[in-house]
């Protein structure tokens, strides 16, 4: 699915992997109703996810790298060993310019319900290939997550060396040192933001976890809008599910839009019965199914 190369052979493997053809986002009910009035689902700015340590285990993994790679691969090169700190340094540090939307291979996964849909609510199950064409559009990458301990060191240590490797063409280009290093390091922290988010810690696997994923925006971009949330104001992009290249959301070459609804209190027929009523108002079409976990939401 790579539109565009990266530095990293490895990673570029990955963003090349054809997702599975229905991809589950995991919503509220406000949430489906927005999504299928508006067509469009929020990408959230990537350091207000649910799980603040996430932005910091890529870094980490770039940190480890750096002293590894400075203390085995470097020990003649002073002006490389140089920059590899101040990789280091700069690892976790980009400015938050990343904005994210998260989908699972999986359609009725209990943590996703536990985690998204805690006082109940909806797995979307968009068509990859128009995830796809809309990322192209936006200019954002769609991606499986990484849980290999392995791939996500072999995907950080191909970034550094890329990094060396243009340090070290500009040099031969006359760049200023002092400017060469302070460029290279700020690029290095601005990209290891962008496709840090796609290495996931392995206790996580079970989440199947696919990403669209933006290039920088800049803040004042029109499609980024503000909603609260934890007591603080959380940016968003409004990610367009559809345009008029690719006006159609519920049938993408024979892929349909499938909506679960998720266990909550509410019985089984009343949660079909529910979820009719959103297809037809806002899709005309109906594919639909119930979550049976027995799982009741607490209030």
């Not at 690719?246 to 089984?268: F, H, I, R, T, W």
Request: proline share 4%.
């Amino acid at each position: 699915m790579l539109k565009n190369k990266t530095m990293s052979s490895t990673l570029n493997k990955v963003l090349s992997i054809k997702p599975p053809k229905l991809l589950f986002h995991y919503t509220s009910p406000d949430g489906l109703i927005g999504i299928l009035k508006n067509k469009e689902i929020w990408a959230t700015n990537a350091i207000f996810q649910n799980d603040e340590k996430e932005q910091k285990y890529a870094a980490e993994i770039a940190k480890d790298a750096c002293y590894n790679i400075k203390n085995t691969s470097l020990r003649e090169d002073e002006e490389a060993k140089k920059l590899v700190d101040e990789l280091k340094k700069k690892a976790g540090s980009a400015a938050p310019r990343i904005y994210i939307a998260s989908f699972s291979e999986e359609e009725n996964l209990l943590s996703q319900w536990r985690a998204y849909c805690p006082n109940g609510g909806y797995s979307i199950g968009f068509p990859s290939n128009q995830l796809h064409k809309m990322a192209i559009a936006q200019k954002f990458y769609l991606s499986k997550c990484i849980y290999d301990r392995n791939e996500q060191n072999k995907i950080v240590y191909e970034i550094i060396y890329s990094f060396i490797n243009e340090f070290k063409n500009r040099k031969k280009n006359g760049m200023n040192e002092n400017e060469n290093y302070e460029k290279t390091a700020w690029e290095f922290s601005q990209y290891l933001s962008q496709f840090g988010t796609v290495i996931k810690h392995p206790q996580f696997s079970e989440e199947a976890e696919w990403r669209i994923i933006s290039k920088k925006i800049p803040e004042n971009h029109d499609r980024i809008e503000f909603r609260g949330g934890n007591g603080i104001v959380i940016p968003y992009y409004k990610f367009q599910l559809t345009n008029d290249e690719n006006p159609d959301l519920m049938d993408v070459e024979g892929d349909k839009l499938k909506v679960m609804a998720g266990p909550s209190n509410y019985d089984l027929s009343i949660r079909s019965t529910a979820t009719s009523f959103v297809m037809r108002k806002y899709l005309g079409k109906i594919h639909k199914s119930v979550s049976s976990i027995p799982y009741r939401i607490s209030h």
